[in-house]
């Protein structure tokens, strides 16, 4: 719309960038005749659902790594021992919808790619794979429950050190477990894989927290300390689990 | 009051600006005159610079893949 040298327009919209695959936004703008051309003089853009809303879109993303690997069954040969075996760990922004409430959505989403940039970089240098990364949430495989865990370490340490304000509230939790994909497909992608991200959801920020069957084969090497034993509910899993939480991440 | 075309046309063509990553386009859109605001979703997204405004329109721009 305009009248004499002012107009103004609104619309809703879409925008995607590479941490949030697509958000809806909306926008007002009022422009004013400089020169002979249009120039944007006020503009108003919104994101066009509640807070609450919007965090959890950015923050569900456990579950929804879990829903598209069980669905997709990516090829995980390339992080599988010899016998079969796949360690997979989950990571996860402890109490991320309210850390996105708190820091904005602007200050969120530098945190994200920061953290983003911290998970791929430390996984890759110690021979993993992100089999998938969405929002504040990871899926790594590795073809070794020690080289998992050490690059658990790794994470949690260059995670510290990124965000090393003391006030800083970005803490990450990890949960490991171990499945066998070669020949027990249905059963890794159908519980092993939920399994490691319940195991995830029981840590807290900047704790490791392993299933029984990974701490079967380390506690024995002597090279990584845990605390005692928990017995903790998984979502979806019938029964107390023990889980194994690591004496000192990082 | 009456509609206009030509203003869809501009708002259009700012939308390209951004997704194509043409940096003069979206810059050349922004006045620098007085009185300038620019409001985001973050309580602290508040601009009274159409020249501070017009910089983070381009960051934001490069952020989200523009061009």
New interface residues.
């Given amino acids: ?3 004499g040298s002012v ?3 609104g ?1 809703r ?1 879409q ?4 941490v949030v695959d697509a958000v809806e ?1 909306r926008f007002t ?1 009022v ?2 005749l ?1 020169h002979g ?11 066009p659902s509640t807070n609450e809303e919007y965090g959890f879109f950015l923050t569900k993303s456990v579950d929804d790594i879990v829903e598209a690997v069980s669905e997709s069954r990516p090829d995980l040969s390339a992080s599988s021992a010899e016998d079969g075996t796949v360690t997979i760990a989950f990571t996860d922004i402890e109490d991320s919808m309210r850390l996105n409430a708190f820091l ?4 969120w989403l530098e945190v994200l790619r920061a953290h983003n940039d911290v998970v791929r970089n430390v996984t890759t240098n110690h021979g993993g794979t992100v089999v998938k990364g969405q929002g504040d949430g990871f899926m790594l495989a590795f073809p070794s429950a020690r080289r998992a865990l050490t690059c658990s370490q790794a994470i949690e340490r260059s995670i510290s050190e990124t965000f090393k304000d003391p006030g800083s509230p970005v803490r990450v939790r990890i949960g490991l477990h171990v499945g066998e994909t070669t020949r027990e497909a249905d059963d890794f992608f159908g519980h092993a894989v939920n399994y490691a991200a319940r195991i995830a959801s029981s840590a807290a920020g900047g704790e490791i927290v392993v299933s029984s069957l990974v701490y079967g084969l380390l506690a024995q090497t002597g090279e990584f300390e845990f605390e005692p034993a928990r017995e903790v509910e998984l979502k979806g899993v019938e029964g107390l689990q023990m889980v194994y939480p690591l004496a000192v991440a990082g | ?4 075309e ?3 046309q ?2 259009t063509r ?2 390209e600006a951004l997704r194509d990553g043409d940096e003069e386009a979206v810059r ?4 620098r ?1 007085p ?11 508040v601009w009274h610079d ?1 020249e501070a ?1 017009a910089r983070l329109w381009v960051q934001q721009m490069k ?3 523009g061009g």
């Fill in positions: 719309m305009s009248e107009g103004w327009a619309a919209s925008m995607a960038s590479p936004f703008c422009l004013h400089e051309e249009w120039k944007i003089v006020q503009w108003h853009s919104s994101i904005g959505d602007r200050r | 009051m009456e509609s206009s030509e203003l869809r501009v708002v700012f939308f050349n859109r922004v006045s005159q009185g300038f605001e620019r409001f985001g979703s973050d309580p602290e997204e159409g405004a952020e989200l893949g």
